[in-house]
């Protein structure tokens, strides 16, 4: 189940809700900034605002705080083989302005948190996403991306049943019946015998 995370307070949880809803059955119910870590989601997915000379909003700066400073949360994401992605939204008044900063720059803020996340224990889910839903439609911006992360908790969900599905007969570590070795036959030999009576009595004290 997938964590859908707003870092910011003016085109993010929108966007959000609109990826939360993409992923459907994928995605756990809307969360908070300060709830998300009790969830202990395997696979995290945050939409972050970027300021307009795109560094991370505000929002998105405390939560980089808060990992920085996090004693486990590194050694837990690590052992959990969590997977996140990360979609950055550029804040942009106009196509000028948006042109000024380049390409990249106004995505920076999302890419730092990526690059956070990346060096405390996570793994990429898809690459680092990039919108400027000011400028752009949702639906060639934001949509695209979000069905490559359908696609990728897929691929994790089967990755992971494959991990814990059960031996079958032809696995190198499944031995058959006819390959156990049996039982010693313990039953003393017929007749009165001495050596009878004598393995009789040591059956009897064993």
Do not use: Y
């Not at 720059?105 to 839903?133: D, I, W, Y």
């Amino acid at each position: 189940m997938a964590v859908v995370l707003a870092l910011g307070e003016e085109a993010a949880p929108s966007i959000a809700a609109v990826i939360r809803d993409c992923l459907a059955h994928r995605a756990s119910p809307a969360v908070g900034a300060d709830e998300w870590e009790r969830s202990q989601a395997a696979i995290l997915i945050l939409v972050v605002d970027c300021e307009t000379d795109g560094e991370p909003c505000m929002p998105a700066a405390k939560f980089l705080r808060t990992l920085r400073r996090s004693e486990c949360f590194a050694n837990f994401s690590a052992s959990i083989c969590r997977r996140v992605a990360v979609l950055a939204l550029a804040r942009s008044v106009c196509a000028s302005s948006s042109a000024m900063l380049g390409s990249t720059e106004k995505f920076s803020g999302g890419a730092r948190v990526l690059k956070t996340l990346l060096s405390n224990g996570c793994t990429r889910l898809v690459p680092l996403g990039m919108a400027e839903v000011e400028l752009q439609p949702v639906e060639a911006c934001v949509l695209p991306w979000a069905r490559a992360v359908c696609a990728a908790v897929d691929e994790a969900d089967m990755d992971a049943l494959d991990d814990i599905k059960p031996a079958g007969p032809g696995d190198s570590n499944s031995a058959s019946l006819q390959d156990a070795p049996s039982a010693p036959d313990t039953k003393p030999p017929h007749g009165g015998g001495s050596d009878a009576h004598a393995l009789s009595g040591m059956i009897t004290a064993a």
